[in-house]
T-cell receptor, first 111, second 119 residues
């Protein structure tokens, strides 16, 4: 089944403790992206990747890192999480002119 | 300026009625695509419908249609014969291909419209 898998679904952590949210897709998509969703703000792009080893900042990249060593994986790294990074995170992948396929989301709480 | 504007934070509609969710966009890129996604309370993002900037006809997918008015830069979603299961948050999004500036492939979302279908 074609899908985008992100883990974990729920994560509660403390300020400053490094964490990684994994994202994997099995559709051979070159394009992958991370979004965060906050009430009243919609979804905002954090980082995106056009292909392996090609990543670029979105609208809200501060406090986040990504890597794209393989086509299928695009992990989101929070080196030192802070409470303002409490949010719902989505990973997505797609072909250039097609709809994005989204993962089921990761609800992160930073205390 | 906002790239994607959804002016209706919340909407109510009666079951079996049609409803229009508004979306206006702003871009100088000649090539772009417009999407609508549905997010039920369970949280997943469900793709509904797509309209390309060069498409001559309005897109339709079952009970969903996209009223695309390019000169007005609007891409309203019309849901016909609303069902209780249509209650959800709806997001309009635009993908710009940066033909003029080169590079990138960005999908920008609006702030969403919460639709509630009532009996």
């Amino acid at each position: 089944e074609a899908q985008v898998t992100q883990n974990p679904r729920y994560l509660i952590t403390v300020t400053g403790k490094k964490l990684t949210v994994t994202c994997s897709q099995n559709m051979n998509h070159e394009y992958m992206s991370w979004y965060r969703q906050d009430p009243g703000l919609g979804l905002r792009q954090i980082y995106y990747s056009m292909n392996v080893e090609v990543t670029d900042k979105g609208d809200v990249p501060e406090g986040y890192k990504v890597s794209r060593k393989e086509k299928r994986n695009f992990p989101l790294i929070l080196e030192s999480p802070s409470p303002n990074q409490t949010s719902l995170y989505f990973c997505a992948s797609g072909l250039p002119e097609s709809p994005l396929h989204f993962g089921n989301g990761t609800r992160l709480t930073v205390t | 300026a906002q790239k994607i504007t959804q002016t209706q934070p919340g909407m109510f509609v009666q079951e079996k009625e049609a409803v229009t969710l508004d979306c206006t966009y702003d871009t100088s890129d000649p090539s772009y695509g417009l999407f609508w996604y549905k997010q039920p309370s369970s949280g997943e993002m469900i793709f509904l419908i797509y309209q390309g900037s060069y498409d001559q006809q309005n897109a339709t997918e079952g009970r969903y249609s996209l009223n695309f008015q390019k000169a007005r830069k609007s891409a309203n979603l019309v849901i016909s014969a609303s069902q209780l299961g249509d209650s959800a948050m709806y997001f309009c999004a635009m993908r710009e291909f940066f033909i003029l500036t080169g590079g990138g492939n960005k999908l920008t979302f609006g702030t969403g419209t919460q639709l509630k279908v009532e009996l």
